[in-house]
């Protein structure tokens, strides 16, 4: 390897064929590593793309239903030799485990790594219901070995640090998740006001995403005849509540405002926020961060609004972007001033613009990087 790269373990329990958060994360941070000269590794969970250099898929895992929905999996047991193959093997500079994690894989890799390699982890999750709280510190006392190996933490946003701090008594410093903005960036001007007003949500069609809360505010403010403008409302990406908001919007007349996408690829999402004049995501809970905010203002998105859970306000800041998606009246009101109001949507959207390039994964990756080689000189002494 040429002098002063390093050779990388980024360590994720899941896999990473499909990219939702922590994985994306890794993901995004290994590209940028990797464009920088240095060796990336991904040591995770079962996985069988093969477009991405150095996937070490480790385990078997099992599939579940999280955090209100999230789709997940987790690794079943790894072998100690397994692991020690790898170890011995590679050698990595720094090890980089995203946090919390298994004690079947990512535990196991911490306790077994060389006694000079620096480890480094960062807290990803806030849970959603009183049982993924317990679960999480139910963790904490199955980590309490293996996590006093790593030598430093972060957390992606301030409630993620509360939590490392009063689940696992971990302190952490807080460095955002990280964006590539220029694939984001728009290539041409946004057309012109006095046009169809377009909404797009973005996000898993299940309960915990609040898309149910979305159509219900988006039909009190035109039954109330609080809309005086042509709309469209987006619906990208898939989930078990799909069919139940195909019904809903069928039996409310909204087909002619209302497109469901699916799943749909990088490129169109950002095509798609690209042309959002209001950017919407109604999430309930359980939201550490959120990734698709930024990506959403780095697009030019006109406004982009959130529902007001720690994760989204930890983002979003200001008081008029962030709704309570229970409260119907409160979001369709929200809605219906954005909607008629193209001058509050200007001014959102030139705030929102001076703030996203702290996202950056140039940034982000930057700061890691200094950290990593802090700590590997450290530990070669």
């Known amino acids: 390897m040429p002098k002063n790269t ?161 689940t696992f008594r971990i302190n952490s410093t807080v460095l955002p998740n990280p964006v590539v903005i220029k694939d984001f960036k728009p290539k041409a001007p946004k057309k012109q006001e006095g046009k169809t007003v377009r909404l797009v949500y973005l996000n898993r069609l299940v309960k915990r995403k609040g898309c149910m809360q ?45 497109t469901f996408h699916g799943y749909i690829t990088d490129k169109e999402k950002a095509i798609l926020l690209q042309q959002a004049d209001i950017a919407v995501f109604p999430s309930l809970g359980g939201e550490s961060f959120g990734i698709v905010l930024i990506e959403a203002m780095a697009a030019g998105a006109g406004a982009v609004i959130g529902g007001n859970n720690p994760g989204y306000a930890s983002v979003l800041y200001r008081e008029d972007t962030l709704f309570d998606p229970n409260n119907t009246e409160q979001f369709g009101s929200i809605l219906a001033e954005l909607i008629g109001n193209d001058k509050k949507r200007a001014e959102i959207h030139e705030y929102q613009q001076k703030m996203i390039d702290t996202y950056d994964v140039a940034i982000v990756g930057d700061q890691l990087l200094k950290k990593y080689q802090s700590l590997h000189k450290k530990h070669q002494v």
């Open 6 to 166: 390093l050779k990388i373990g980024l360590i994720v329990d899941d896999g990473i064929d499909r990219l939702d958060g922590v994985q994306k994360y890794t993901v995004t941070i290994g590209n940028y590593f990797a464009s920088l000269g240095h060796e990336v590794h991904y040591l995770c969970g079962q996985t069988t793309r093969t477009d991405i250099p150095n996937i070490h898929s480790l385990s078997r895992n099992v599939s579940i239903r999280s955090n209100g929905g999230n789709q997940l999996t987790i690794p079943l047991p790894v072998s100690k030799r397994k692991i020690k193959k790898l170890l011995d093997k590679e050698k990595f500079d720094v090890l980089h485990v995203q946090t919390p994690y298994s004690p079947f894989l990512a535990g196991r890799i911490i306790n077994y790594a060389h006694g000079k390699t620096p480890i480094v982890g960062t807290f990803h999750i806030l849970p959603f219901s009183i049982w993924q709280i317990a679960g999480s510190y139910l963790l904490g006392l199955l980590q309490t070995f293996s996590i006093k190996k790593v030598d430093t933490f972060w957390s992606v946003s301030t409630p993620a640090q509360v939590f490392a701090k009063k």
């Open 214 to 258: 979305l159509l219900e505010a988006l039909w009190w403010a035109i039954d109330n005849n609080k809309v005086n403008r042509a709309i469209h409302l987006d619906i990208c990406s898939d989930g078990y509540d799909r069919k139940r908001l195909e019904e809903y919007v069928a039996t409310h007349n909204l087909e002619e405002n209302v």
